[in-house]
């Protein structure tokens, strides 16, 4: 499975961002994950592989919105309200589970990386 995100960029506090994930093939659940300068990667967010379920960092939880299309083979992150503290690359990942989980070693999938700045 090959991952391509996209949709970073500069962003004033408070805005919002629409990343993209594109897959090569149908996957599993997916998720998002980010690393800020100087920090390990975290999770972020999640949706199962039926889109029923999904699971989200405290850190983003009422702020961040993960979706996905099936049929176009697509996940998204909504992220509004953006803080200064969002700032990080972001990572598509699809996992080798049908539900949701936070654990990275479970994704195998990876994408490239999009930088998100949210700075005024």
């Known amino acids: 499975v090959q991952l391509q995100a996209s949709g970073g960029g500069l962003v004033q506090p408070g805005g919002f961002l629409r990343l993209s994930c594109a897959a090569s093939?149908?996957?599993?659940?997916m998720g998002w994950f980010r690393q800020a300068p100087g920090k390990e990667r975290e999770f972020v967010a999640a949706?199962?592989?039926?889109?029923?379920?999904?699971e989200y960092a405290d850190s983003v939880k009422g702020r961040f919105t993960i979706s996905r299309d099936n049929a176009k083979y697509t996940s998204d992150l909504q992220m509004d309200s953006l803080k200064a503290e969002d700032t990080a690359v972001y990572y598509c990942?699809?996992?080798?589970?049908?539900?949701?989980?936070?654990?990275?070693?479970?994704?195998?999938?990876w994408g490239q990386g999009t930088l998100v700045t949210v700075s005024s």
């Open positions: 949706i199962s592989r039926g889109g029923g379920s999904t």
């Open positions: 990942a699809a996992s080798s589970f049908g539900l949701t989980t936070t654990i990275q070693s479970r994704y195998p999938y």
């Open positions: 093939e149908r996957t599993l659940s």
